[in-house]
């Protein structure tokens, strides 16, 4: 009964990825790299990063002095290297969202071309082969669009939790 139930998804899912083209594989990858990366910056905020925080505040903590210049630089440096660590990939995440639709456009202009490309050779008579190039047009513009949307939310949870994160660093190292 499941194996049936994976078999007709599997079915499914192919005859969707051969619909759109191409395309369609490249902007799968993406979004699958995309997510990756943003469940990988997730699991670093909920597991590594108390570690890296509560280093640094123990460190600071037992530094005899905390008022002057060096000090000061010390703090500095210490919030910006945990800092690194709490806001690394997340450029990369930014591109991989806008990437999603350029690849969707990619996607509807090569399926655009398959449409011309029958009505050059057809003079417009084949509408079953028309179809299938408007149906490479249209599905990975939506896949892209779906990605970047997903990608967005994505992006705006781990940007607003390292931004949190960093500020709340920066209030536990207090220069009494």
Known sequence: MIEVAILDIITALRAFMSAGGGVLWIIAVL??????LIIDRIWYYKTELKQDVEHVVTAWQARPERQSWQAHAVREKMISEVSLKVNNMLPMIKTLVA????????????????????????????????ASGVSKATIPTMAGMVAAISGVFGNMLVTRIAERENQLLADHLTME
Request: hydrophobic share 50%; aromatic share 8%; glycine share 18%.
């Open 31 to 36: 979004t699958l790299v995309m997510w990756s």
């Open 99 to 130: 990437l999603c639709p350029l690849l969707g456009l990619l996607g509807t202009v090569t399926g655009m071309i398959q449409v011309f490309e029958v009505l050059g050779f057809t003079g417009g008579g084949d509408a079953k082969q028309m």
